[in-house]
């Protein structure tokens, strides 16, 4: 086959080649827990889930690493105002909520899922080597990454540091301390009575960056091919990744392709926490099939800013039943076979930069041939394995929701 895939990196489409042929190497961002998560942060799951899929599918083996942010600013601050209750509890709530609604939309579970808080050593490690390598200082406690030390800082936003600079930066914090006004904390003071653990550079907490590139490293090695994440995440964090990884381990580039997905939107606001617009999975699937939503999740590219409109997962119902109706029927047990028609066409729009809704409208003008009995011999067959490839339990794709809960 030949899948091309967009990168941030480059921001072009370019033929997928892993580092190691047959493998692939997935990483993508996690949520920090202190909250419930959203119908985005659904978008983002299922938009990943379905990839890894479409590469299982074709026989490469994958593994998927995603991540567990359980010590930032924001897990410390919602500790605090829940009494002191411990970081740990806080996590564990909102996780098993998040792998709850994953789980009934059928998302395969990841290889591997760290949490940052049992990654403390390794990212002393990745300090260390880069304070060594003199990509890095310290000052009074806090380590500073050096964004002047690493030339091609700003690649993967296509920007001059100059440029750079004038982005708003969540993780600008420490201005009085830094060196440059692009450098980014590795390594944290905190205040007093907040959690730490002890370091060379006195007690303290990792800077968030610092995180996803230790846990990457340890769970998938010093390269890697893709990296997902929401499109909000390209700054800093993962500019400052590509940073980390290249300066502390080597090998460059860190990784192949970066992929980033679109913020979906509620009537044409940016679904956010702090506007409280938030369309929470669990509640739709209270009134909809959890495949339903994946449906509606995957009609919408992995790039575009879906907008939620009430009424949209009624839109797409007439569509869900025509294509469950054909894939849980007889004609469609028999084995499909790889050179239908059907499966080339669904292949063709899948490997020109994962296009799953062009890949959709295929099958649905196959599901309505397939109703008006002018269907090709075996096409309710070659439906239902795309549709399985693409992760609906109602056609058979392994998962959570049919029982399977191993990676
Ligand atoms: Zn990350």
Known sequence: MTLRLYSS???EVREFKPVTPGQVKMYVCGVTPYDVTHLGHAFSYVQFDTLRRYFLAK????RYVQNVTDIDDDMILVSKRQGGRPIAEIRDENDAILRRDLDRLNVLRPSAYPYATDHI????????KLIESG???EVDGDVFFSAESFERYGALNGLSHADLGKLENPESKRADKKRGHLDFLLWQVVDPGDPNWSSPWGPGRPGWSIECTAMSV?????????????????YPHHENEIAQAECAYGPAPFCGWWMHNGMLQLDGVKMSKSLGNLVLAR??????EPDHLRLYLLSHHLRSDANFVHGDMEAVAEKYGRLKAVATSEAAGGGATTDHTLTRR???????????PVALAALDEAAGRIASGVAEMGEAAALRSALATLGFGFAGARGPANGDVTP
């Not at 050593?121 to 300090?127: C, S, V």
């Not at 669904?346 to 799953?356: H, P």
């Open 9 to 11: 990196l480059g921001r």
């Open 59 to 62: 026989g490469y083996q994958v």
């Open 283 to 288: 509640n739709l699937m209270a009134e909809f």
């Open 346 to 356: 669904f292949d063709e729009a899948m490997e020109a930069d994962f296009n799953v």
């Open 135 to 137: 990509h890095a200082y």
């Open 121 to 128: 050593p390794e990212i002393i490690e990745a300090t260390a």
């Open 218 to 234: 340890k769970h998938l090695g010093t390269q890697i091919d893709i990296h997902g994440g929401g499109n909000d995440l390209i």
